[in-house]
Structure formats: structure tokens, C-alpha cells
């Protein structure tokens, strides 16, 4: 029998994956291959992929990840995908010949996703179904509801109204040929609001062929409503597929127990298996040219002054145009954490209790499935934010939370202390597990030179043994603190309550580095990186682990709890702040995140801990930009004391570790000039820059 489909769709702009609102808003929220690698790893039904970004400007913008592809565009782009993709797939974007059908084919797709061209040339749809086959040509419809509750389908992304109903395009489309139709919602698109089943009924009233319907999901139960009530062949998503864990087997289950057969579930791949494959000798090709190339003497042919690269902030906070994390300017050069901090500030406080009270409900079903005495795992560090997170799911909530401690043998003494303290404040049960200290030694050194990130092993050991601990325990809900890409750089909206899962941790923490890489490298075996291996999918699947962020459900303001840790609980501040930023209580856990780990990200792209804290502050207030970009020239370029702490833990030179990490600079940042590394420096009353600072 022919299935009803559920399709992620995929949009792409200028090489990043991004999420969409009512076609105007645009986030970057990753990696367009390891997003694929997940779909397979899932047996997805089918897959579609748009391109809505420029045409050769396809970048992804951080040289220090793993999974990379070679050139400037959408074609470059699929030919990484279609090696990490075994599932049907539609791609679109651009398409304005013959010959784009036929290119895109040959690269691997299955089928192509025409939109504004077959507006354009009334014989296009045809002339391709007649070379091609109409199983290969389906038109995507962009249709928004008009004020008087009639819709017409709009072309140019969305932006010019063509006069045409829907139902009569989609009719049009049918008698020229095209195999399937792919119908979105305009006013739908990113507002979780659920399908807009009238529309699509119009639609599947109108033609024979098959319609697909996308826009507006916001839960797993959404899925069902485009089958059932609009009638459509498929139900297709952007967003939600993003957020969560296993988001692709759990809306199918959700859709199967709705009463839709699907093709039914089923974990694992025999085509590509969830940890990443590397090749042994590339990999150590790649390291020993790395070690080669800082070993060569710098070019002696320095640049002109005119061609140091160009570097734009946003105009609101000052983070910076090329960043170490996903981020995107509006049209009024404001960047979308500024946007996202505005909406933040706009949740009203109902809003807000209704969400502890959601977040309450979660956790309460999740012990419903566990048979531990604890209700949930709370992932801490010893720092403010642990102490906030025990202190709501405790003091306030009442629940009585299992307490995890990655130890990566770095804390500050006063963080030491801060965590010695935990479990004799909330008294609650702790577990702390430390590495042997070889061991992080050897990673340390290691992900120095293979990606310029000597804190590899603590972003994923903090991001990986909670969650073992919690399948160990058979505890389901895990709570983390503050969703940082979305304070940072407005990666999500504030409805999207995005939640920890395995393809997060693995692009975003650990650079697309999984345990495996390092296994054979300096000795390490796999019992070695046992710390480091996250629970398998079945696992996840049937104890039904969700790592939620707590800044999603409570008002999240660090200056503003961390006052309430000192007075409630003693909570310690060192009386100095860290060489790198104007804050005391940033990661005392670790001396080297905003020290040596810190510096890195500032040789890389050319900014720092200290941009970090002040586009934060700038946002609730505390800063003016004019303060933020003096203090951004005091504390960026610093090179930190911890610095020697660090070399004589792993047995480096500095010479060594500044040769090294010179060829991690990013030529869109940095310049030689005059046998100086120099990049522009903010300009205190606009987005862009003027001088030069070495």
C-alpha cells in the first residue's frame, strides 16, 4: 500500500540551516549535514531541502569543524549531502532551467522543487515533466489567507501576490504535469500554531496528485491534522524537527497513535550508523599538515592596510558578523539575539508561570515512566546557574533532583568550594565523576591541534555523562540551564522551548568530534573515552530522555539570580574577575573557559568573552554600547595568565601554542600587517569598523 508521508524540510541559506517565521524571520541553527545524518539514522520517509539563501555565497563560516565541504555553492552544498543522505530527496531553490533540473539530479536528488519559475514561464512545469517525468516535478505553492478569508498563492519568496487562488494553481500545476504538489502556509510558517487544514483542504479538493502540506506545527500531534482533517498525502515540518530529541520517531509514533498508518518506526540505520565514520589516515594527514603549517615562517608579503577584511556588528549589542556561534542581522542591521531579547522581555509573568507549570506537568509524567526515587537529573557545575537550577527545582518546585558533576580537573578555588558546598545546602544526592587526569591531559592536547579547542572533552563530557547517568538510573528528565545559542545569538524563538539532544551535542559542543575520533590517538582506546560516549537511540527512545532548558520555562536574568544565590545560599564570588572579561562569576569551574579556551575563539574570529557578556548586558540594560565597546578593546585581546597553568599541564611551549593556534586564524577576520595579526575594531557609534587593532 502507498503510506501517508511525514517529511522534514530543510531550508538553507548561504550554507547554514535556518528556521523560518511567516517567510520574513530567518535563524541559523546549524549544520546542514549532520541534521542529514540524523534523518537517516532515523529512516526518514523523505526529505526536502530549499535553498532561499544567496547564490554563491554558501559558507559555513567555521573552520574549526569537522564535517566541511569545498566551495561557495547550493551545488557544493549537495554534494555533502546527498553522501550522508539514504532517504528520498527533494531539493529546491532557484530553479529556473533545464539544465538546474538536470544538475540536481545528477548531484543526487530525487526530485526537484519548483516555485517562482513556474509562474514565471507557463511552459516551464511542462517542458520538465516531459524530459524528466512528472515523479520528478514537484511545484511548491506559497498561498497566505487575505482579509476577507480568501487565500492567493504569492511568488519572489513569498513577496508578490500573483492574483491566483491556490486551488486553481494547484489545478494549473496538475494538468502541466508536475507529479506532486509541496503547499505552504505564509501565515503559518514558524508559529507553532498547527496546520491551516482549510487551506489545505482547498487544495487536495482541487487535484489527484499528491499534497504535501507544510506550515505552522508545533507539537507531535499537529502531524495528524494535515492527514486526517486537510486531507493531504503528507505532512511536512521545518522547525520542530530541530528542537528535540528523536523529534522524528516520536511525531510519527504520536501520528500512528492518532490513527494514521504510517510506515512504521524504526531506530538505526543500516546505512549510517549514528557515531560518525572517520578515516584514520585522513585524519592524521589533516593533523600532521596542521603541525607542518605552524611550523612554517609567516609570509613576509604582508598586506595593505585597504584590504584588511571587512567585520560588521550588530547595531543594537556589539557581536560581530562572523561569530563562533549561528547568528543573522534584520534588515536594520540588529542581530536576532537583540530580536529574540525583546521577545524575552515581552512574556508576560502569566506566560511565564504557565510555562513552570508546563514544566512541572513534564516532569511529573516523566516519573511516572521511572521507578527511581528521583524525579529528575539536574547536570551541575558548582556555579551560579547550578545553584539557581537546584534551588527552583527544589526549594520552589519541591522535587527532589539527582545532582551530576562533570569534573575536568580545571575549577578556580572558589568554584571548588562552590561545589564541595551543593549537597550540603539543597541536601540532595551528587554524584562527581573526574576523569583520569592522563587521560583529559591527552584531550586537552589533542583537541588543542586538531580544533584549535583544548576544552573538547569538558563541553562534551558536561554534555554526555549526565545523560548516562540518567539512562543508568532510568531517570527521564534531565534539567539544564540557560538554551546559550538562544541568549547569545536568538538561535530559536521563544516558543520553540528548544531541548539537549545528540545532534546538538555533537555539531554544536563538540564541533562534529565525536569519542570515536580520538580513539588510536595519543594511546587512548575506546575504555578510555567510556565518559564520553553518550546512550544509544534505544535507549533514549525507551526511557524517554528529554533534556530541557530551564531558561525556557522560568524568566532567566544571571545578574539577577545570582544576587538571590549569594544572599539565599552564601553562594562564594572570587573579589577579582577573570583577565579576559569584567565579570567574578563566569565558569569557575573551569580557569580556562574564559582564559586560554577564551582566547582561542578571540584568534579565531576576533572577539571574546568579554563581547559575550557585554551584548547581555547591553540587552537587559546594564551596559550602553559605548561602555560595552571599551570595555570589548580592555579585555578581548588579552592573552591570559592561565595560560602557563595550561602548557605546563600538557607539556607545550608557548611558542608552540601560538604557532599552532596562528593557523586557526580566520582569513575573513584577520590580516598580516607588518609581520602584525591585526582585524578591524568596533566603532563605538555604528555597526561597522574603522581602525585597526593588532
Same mark, same amino acid.
Given at each position: 500500500?502507498?503510506?501517508?508521508?511525514?517529511?522534514?524540510?530543510?531550508?538553507?541559506?548561504?550554507?547554514?540551516?535556518?528556521?523560518?517565521?511567516?517567510?520574513?524571520?530567518?535563524?541559523?541553527?546549524?549544520?546542514?549535514?549532520?541534521?542529514?545524518?540524523?534523518?537517516?539514522?532515523?529512516?526518514?520517509?523523505?526529505?526536502?531541502?530549499?535553498?532561499?539563501?544567496?547564490?554563491?555565497?554558501?559558507?559555513?563560516?567555521?573552520?574549526?569543524?569537522?564535517?566541511?565541504?569545498?566551495?561557495?555553492?547550493?551545488?557544493?552544498?549537495?554534494?555533502?549531502?546527498?553522501?550522508?543522505?539514504?532517504?528520498?530527496?527533494?531539493?529546491?531553490?532557484?530553479?529556473?532551467?533545464?539544465?538546474?533540473?538536470?544538475?540536481?539530479?545528477?548531484?543526487?536528488?530525487?526530485?526537484?522543487?519548483?516555485?517562482?519559475?513556474?509562474?514565471?514561464?507557463?511552459?516551464?512545469?511542462?517542458?520538465?515533466?516531459?524530459?524528466?517525468?512528472?515523479?520528478?516535478?514537484?511545484?511548491?505553492?506559497?498561498?497566505?489567507?487575505?482579509?476577507?478569508?480568501?487565500?492567493?498563492?504569492?511568488?519572489?519568496?513569498?513577496?508578490?501576490?500573483?492574483?491566483?487562488?491556490?486551488?486553481?494553481?494547484?489545478?494549473?500545476?496538475?494538468?502541466?504535469?508536475?507529479?506532486?504538489?509541496?503547499?505552504?502556509?505564509?501565515?503559518?510558517?514558524?508559529?507553532?500554531?498547527?496546520?491551516?487544514?482549510?487551506?489545505?483542504?482547498?487544495?487536495?479538493?482541487?487535484?489527484?496528485?499528491?499534497?504535501?502540506?507544510?506550515?505552522?506545527?508545533?507539537?507531535?500531534?499537529?502531524?495528524?491534522?494535515?492527514?486526517?482533517?486537510?486531507?493531504?498525502?503528507?505532512?511536512?515540518?521545518?522547525?520542530?524537527?530541530?528542537?528535540?530529541?528523536?523529534?522524528?520517531?516520536?511525531?510519527?509514533?504520536?501520528?500512528?497513535?492518532?490513527?494514521?498508518?504510517?510506515?512504521?518506526?524504526?531506530?538505526?540505520?543500516?546505512?549510517?550508523?549514528?557515531?560518525?565514520?572517520?578515516?584514520?589516515?585522513?585524519?592524521?594527514?589533516?593533523?600532521?599538515?596542521?603541525?607542518?603549517?605552524?611550523?612554517?615562517?609567516?609570509?613576509?608579503?604582508?598586506?595593505?592596510?585597504?584590504?584588511?577584511?571587512?567585520?560588521?556588528?550588530?547595531?543594537?549589542?556589539?557581536?560581530?558578523?562572523?561569530?563562533?556561534?549561528?547568528?543573522?542581522?534584520?534588515?536594520?542591521?540588529?542581530?536576532?539575539?537583540?530580536?529574540?531579547?525583546?521577545?524575552?522581555?515581552?512574556?508576560?509573568?502569566?506566560?511565564?508561570?504557565?510555562?513552570?507549570?508546563?514544566?512541572?506537568?513534564?516532569?511529573?509524567?516523566?516519573?511516572?515512566?521511572?521507578?527511581?526515587?528521583?524525579?529528575?537529573?539536574?547536570?551541575?557545575?558548582?556555579?551560579?546557574?547550578?545553584?539557581?537550577?537546584?534551588?527552583?527545582?527544589?526549594?520552589?518546585?519541591?522535587?527532589?533532583?539527582?545532582?551530576?558533576?562533570?569534573?575536568?580537573?580545571?575549577?578556580?578555588?572558589?568554584?571548588?568550594?562552590?561545589?564541595?558546598?551543593?549537597?550540603?545546602?539543597?541536601?540532595?544526592?551528587?554524584?562527581?565523576?573526574? @576523569?583520569?587526569?592522563? =587521560? *583529559?591531559?591527552?584531550?586537552?592536547?589533542? +583537541?588543542?591541534?586538531?580544533?584549535?579547542?583544548? &576544552? %573538547?572533552? !569538558?563541553?562534551?563530557?558536561?554534555?554526555?555523562?549526565?545523560?548516562?547517568?540518567?539512562?543508568?538510573?532510568?531517570?527521564?528528565?534531565?534539567?539544564?540551564?540557560?538554551?546559550?545559542?538562544?541568549?547569545?545569538?536568538?538561535?530559536?524563538?521563544?516558543?520553540?522551548?528548544?531541548?539537549?539532544?545528540?545532534?546538538?551535542?555533537?555539531?554544536?559542543?563538540?564541533?562534529?568530534?565525536?569519542?570515536?575520533?580520538?580513539?588510536?590517538?595519543?594511546?587512548?582506546?575506546?575504555?578510555?573515552?567510556?565518559?564520553?560516549?553518550? @546512550?544509544?537511540?534505544? =535507549? *533514549?527512545?525507551?526511557?524517554?530522555?528529554? +533534556?530541557?532548558?530551564?531558561?525556557?520555562?522560568? &524568566? %532567566?536574568? !544571571?545578574?539577577?539570580?545570582?544576587?538571590?544565590?549569594?544572599?539565599?545560599?552564601?553562594?562564594?564570588?572570587?573579589?577579582?574577575?577573570?583577565?579576559?572579561?569584567?565579570?567574578?562569576?563566569?565558569?569557575?569551574?573551569?580557569?580556562?573557559?574564559?582564559?586560554?579556551?577564551?582566547?582561542?575563539?578571540?584568534?579565531?574570529?576576533?572577539?571574546?568573552?568579554?563581547?559575550?557578556?557585554?551584548?547581555?548586558?547591553?540587552?537587559?540594560?546594564?551596559?550602553?554600547?559605548?561602555?560595552?565597546?571599551?570595555?570589548?578593546?580592555?579585555?578581548?585581546?588579552?592573552?591570559?595568565?592561565?595560560?602557563?597553568?595550561?602548557?605546563?599541564?600538557?607539556?607545550?611551549?608557548?611558542?608552540?601554542?601560538?604557532?599552532?593556534?596562528?593557523?586557526?586564524?580566520?582569513?575573513?577576520?584577520?590580516?598580516?600587517?607588518?609581520?602584525?595579526?591585526?582585524?578591524?575594531?568596533?566603532?563605538?557609534?555604528?555597526?561597522?569598523?574603522?581602525?585597526?587593532?593588532?
Amino acid at each position: 500500500m502507498i503510506y501517508p508521508r511525514l517529511i522534514p524540510v530543510l531550508l538553507l541559506k548561504n550554507g547554514l540551516l535556518v528556521r523560518s517565521q511567516n517567510f520574513a524571520t530567518h535563524q541559523f541553527i546549524g549544520n546542514p549535514m549532520s541534521t542529514i545524518e540524523r534523518y537517516s539514522q532515523w529512516n526518514v520517509d523523505e526529505i526536502i531541502v530549499l535553498d532561499i539563501g544567496d547564490p554563491d555565497g554558501h559558507d559555513l563560516r567555521r573552520d574549526d569543524l569537522q564535517q566541511q565541504y569545498a566551495g561557495r555553492s547550493f551545488l557544493d552544498v549537495l554534494s555533502e549531502i546527498t553522501k550522508v543522505c539514504f532517504m528520498p530527496l527533494a531539493v529546491g531553490g532557484r530553479i529556473r532551467s533545464l539544465d538546474d533540473f538536470a544538475v540536481r539530479l545528477r548531484a543526487g536528488a530525487d526530485k526537484c522543487v519548483v516555485n517562482t519559475q513556474a509562474i514565471i514561464d507557463s511552459k516551464f512545469v511542462t517542458d520538465a515533466a516531459q524530459m524528466f517525468g512528472s515523479q520528478c516535478i514537484v511545484v511548491s505553492i506559497d498561498a497566505k489567507r487575505l482579509e476577507d478569508g480568501h487565500y492567493e498563492v504569492y511568488s519572489h519568496d513569498a513577496k508578490l501576490p500573483t492574483g491566483m487562488t491556490p486551488a486553481e494553481w494547484a489545478g494549473q500545476c496538475e494538468r502541466a504535469g508536475c507529479g506532486e504538489i509541496f503547499l505552504n502556509s505564509i501565515d503559518r510558517d514558524g508559529t507553532g500554531e498547527g496546520y491551516d487544514c482549510e487551506l489545505i483542504r482547498d487544495v487536495t479538493a482541487a487535484v489527484n496528485i499528491p499534497v504535501i502540506a507544510c506550515g505552522g506545527v508545533g507539537r507531535y500531534e499537529d502531524f495528524a491534522s494535515a492527514i486526517k482533517d486537510g486531507g493531504a498525502n503528507a505532512a511536512a515540518a521545518a522547525n520542530i524537527f530541530h528542537f528535540f530529541e528523536l523529534s522524528y520517531p516520536l511525531a510519527k509514533e504520536e501520528a500512528i497513535r492518532s490513527g494514521i498508518e504510517l510506515r512504521p518506526n524504526r531506530l538505526g540505520s543500516r546505512w549510517i550508523q549514528r557515531e560518525p565514520v572517520y578515516c584514520h589516515e585522513d585524519e592524521s594527514n589533516r593533523i600532521e599538515s596542521r603541525l607542518r603549517e605552524s611550523e612554517t615562517p609567516l609570509p613576509s608579503d604582508n598586506c595593505d592596510p585597504q584590504s584588511i577584511p571587512d567585520v560588521t556588528w550588530c547595531r543594537r549589542c556589539t557581536y560581530p558578523s562572523l561569530s563562533a556561534v549561528p547568528i543573522e542581522f534584520d534588515g536594520n542591521g540588529v542581530c536576532m539575539g537583540c530580536r529574540m531579547a525583546e521577545k524575552r522581555d515581552a512574556i508576560s509573568p502569566d506566560i511565564w508561570a504557565s510555562r513552570r507549570h508546563e514544566l512541572c506537568k513534564i516532569i511529573e509524567l516523566g516519573r511516572l515512566r521511572s521507578n527511581s526515587k528521583y524525579d529528575c537529573v539536574i547536570p551541575v557545575s558548582g556555579g551560579k546557574d547550578s545553584y539557581f537550577q537546584v534551588h527552583i527545582k527544589k526549594q520552589e518546585l519541591g522535587f527532589n533532583p539527582l545532582l551530576v558533576t562533570y569534573h575536568g580537573n580545571n575549577y578556580t578555588p572558589t568554584g571548588w568550594r562552590n561545589l564541595a558546598r551543593m549537597q550540603q545546602v539543597f541536601d540532595v544526592d551528587h554524584i562527581v565523576v573526574r @576523569p583520569p587526569i592522563e =587521560t *583529559l591531559i591527552k584531550l586537552n592536547r589533542l +583537541g588543542f591541534i586538531v580544533m584549535g579547542d583544548m &576544552n %573538547w572533552h !569538558a563541553h562534551m563530557g558536561i554534555t554526555t555523562f549526565p545523560v548516562r547517568v540518567a539512562a543508568e538510573y532510568q531517570i527521564p528528565i534531565l534539567i539544564w540551564g540557560e538554551h546559550g545559542y538562544t541568549d547569545l545569538s536568538g538561535q530559536f524563538s521563544m516558543n520553540d522551548l528548544p531541548e539537549m539532544s545528540y545532534r546538538d551535542r555533537l555539531e554544536h559542543f563538540g564541533r562534529g568530534y565525536e569519542w570515536n575520533y580520538f580513539v588510536g590517538r595519543e594511546g587512548l582506546t575506546s575504555e578510555d573515552l567510556t565518559y564520553w560516549k553518550y @546512550p544509544d537511540d534505544t =535507549t *533514549l527512545m525507551e526511557i524517554g530522555i528529554r +533534556g530541557l532548558y530551564l531558561g525556557n520555562y522560568v &524568566n %532567566w536574568d !544571571a545578574n539577577k539570580h545570582t544576587q538571590r544565590m549569594i544572599d539565599l545560599y552564601g553562594f562564594d564570588v572570587p573579589e577579582t574577575p577573570f583577565d579576559r572579561t569584567y565579570r567574578h562569576v563566569s565558569n569557575l569551574d573551569d580557569m580556562h573557559e574564559n582564559g586560554v579556551h577564551d582566547y582561542l575563539k578571540f584568534i579565531k574570529f576576533g572577539y571574546g568573552r568579554c563581547t559575550d557578556h557585554c551584548c547581555k548586558d547591553i540587552r537587559s540594560g546594564r551596559l550602553t554600547r559605548n561602555e560595552a565597546v571599551e570595555l570589548i578593546r580592555q579585555y578581548d585581546p588579552i592573552k591570559p595568565r592561565d595560560l602557563a597553568r595550561w602548557l605546563a599541564y600538557v607539556g607545550m611551549s608557548e611558542d608552540e601554542f601560538d604557532h599552532i593556534a596562528d593557523t586557526f586564524r580566520d582569513p575573513r577576520v584577520w590580516a598580516l600587517l607588518q609581520d602584525r595579526w591585526v582585524r578591524r575594531e568596533i566603532n563605538a557609534s555604528s555597526g561597522t569598523a574603522h581602525s585597526i587593532d593588532g
